[in-house]
């Protein structure tokens, strides 16, 4: 009799075991490009897309791999997916390199491409870009004693690993900070974007000149006035500058800025404004 109890607490006890093991079951995790992660169970993969589950589901949904960056299997293994905004294949299957990274050099900081976008038409300049890019690189390289321990990384290299791994400043903001670092070897980045609209002003002036003449009697007074009025129209600029910082692929600062001026380079103000604010900042 004690026999038979014993074999049936065991019995219990496995189905307890049982039970636990498939609630608890460890899923995959989809990591988007827009930091998103799902929760799931993956079914198959080809080379366009992923086919999953989401738990207590058995409908599959299907996700494009160009929106992925990265797949944490159950198992353990990571699979990552190629950065270039073009790219719809999966680049490595190994410990989550997205592409060959630069050495890290600690204590580095990058200033990545700024986006300079007009927000009526969503249209963008690469000429701007890269002028923002290369204004917010000049500053933090005037202000480097304030930065200390940070070094900033030339503005060359970080373009040039850009160029490499397939981003500019169209698919900037597509690409994870944590693959950034890793493209550039750096721990620190800087991001900023520049939107805009632009409103259409009229202004106009007058001018008045006239000649006055006396008669001999000194009773008649004639006038001789000319009235001059110019027109012109005035192109506003409405800015609102967005500006992040990262250290160790943590956002350590998020600040957005109207400049106060609508005039073509008030944004420049917003940018010095808001560096001087950041925590890599030391008053000297």
Same mark, same amino acid.
């Given at each position: 009799?004690?026999?038979?109890?014993?074999?049936?607490?065991?019995?219990?006890?496995?189905?307890?075991?049982?039970?636990f093991?498939?609630?608890?079951?460890k899923?995959?995790?989809?990591?988007k490009?827009?930091?998103?992660?799902?929760?799931?169970?993956? $079914?198959?993969m080809?080379d366009k897309?992923?086919?999953?589950?989401l738990?207590g589901?058995?409908m599959q949904i299907?996700?494009d791999?160009?929106?992925i $960056?990265r797949?944490?299997?159950?198992?353990?293994?990571?699979?990552?997916?190629?950065?270039s905004a073009?790219?719809?294949t999966?680049?490595?299957e190994n410990?989550?390199?997205?592409?060959?990274?630069?050495?890290m050099?600690?204590n580095?900081?990058a200033v990545?491409?700024v986006?300079?976008?007009n927000s009526?038409?969503m249209?963008s300049s690469e000429?701007? $870009?890269?002028?923002?890019?290369n204004?917010?690189y000049?500053?933090l390289?005037d202000?480097? $004693?304030?930065l200390?321990?940070l @070094?900033v990384?030339d503005?060359?290299?970080?373009?040039?690993?850009l160029h490499?791994?397939?981003?500019?400043?169209?698919n900037?903001?597509?690409?994870p900070?944590q693959?950034?670092?890793?493209?550039l070897?750096?721990?620190?980045?800087?991001?900023?974007?520049?939107?805009?609209?632009?409103t259409?002003?009229?202004?106009?002036?007058?001018?008045?000149s006239g000649?006055?003449?006396?008669?001999?009697?000194?009773?008649k007074?004639?006038?001789?006035?000319v009235? @001059?009025?110019?027109?012109?129209?005035?192109t506003?600029?409405?800015?609102?500058?967005?500006?992040?910082m990262?250290?160790?692929? @943590?956002k350590?600062?998020?600040?957005?800025?109207k400049?106060?001026?609508n005039?073509?380079?008030?944004?420049?103000?917003?940018?010095?404004y808001l560096?001087?604010?950041?925590?890599?900042?030391?008053?000297?």
């Amino acid at each position: 009799m004690n026999f038979k109890k014993i074999i049936y607490v065991v019995i219990m006890l496995l189905i307890s075991l049982f039970s636990f093991a498939q609630g608890g079951k460890k899923l995959d995790k989809i990591i988007k490009r827009d930091y998103q992660i799902i929760e799931c169970t993956i $079914a198959r993969m080809s080379d366009k897309t992923v086919e999953y589950s989401l738990p207590g589901e058995t409908m599959q949904i299907s996700l494009d791999v160009s929106q992925i $960056a990265r797949i944490d299997f159950a198992s353990g293994r990571s699979q990552t997916f190629d950065v270039s905004a073009n790219a719809s294949t999966p680049a490595s299957e190994n410990s989550g390199q997205v592409i060959a990274s630069a050495e890290m050099k600690p204590n580095t900081i990058a200033v990545l491409p700024v986006p300079y976008v007009n927000s009526g038409t969503m249209e963008s300049s690469e000429e701007m $870009a890269k002028f923002a890019q290369n204004d917010l690189y000049n500053k933090l390289l005037d202000k480097s $004693a304030n930065l200390f321990p940070l @070094t900033v990384q030339d503005l060359r290299v970080t373009n040039s690993l850009l160029h490499k791994a397939g981003i500019d400043y169209k698919n900037i903001d597509e690409t994870p900070i944590q693959d950034l670092e890793k493209i550039l070897g750096v721990d620190n980045i800087v991001a900023a974007k520049v939107s805009f609209t632009l409103t259409e002003g009229a202004t106009s002036s007058t001018y008045n000149s006239g000649n006055a003449k006396v008669s001999d009697n000194n009773k008649k007074v004639k006038t001789s006035d000319v009235s @001059t009025t110019n027109s012109s129209n005035l192109t506003y600029y409405n800015y609102m500058v967005y500006f992040d910082m990262y250290k160790n692929a @943590t956002k350590i600062y998020s600040q957005t800025r109207k400049p106060f001026l609508n005039i073509k380079d008030s944004w420049m103000d917003s940018i010095t404004y808001l560096l001087k604010r950041s925590p890599i900042y030391v008053k000297k």
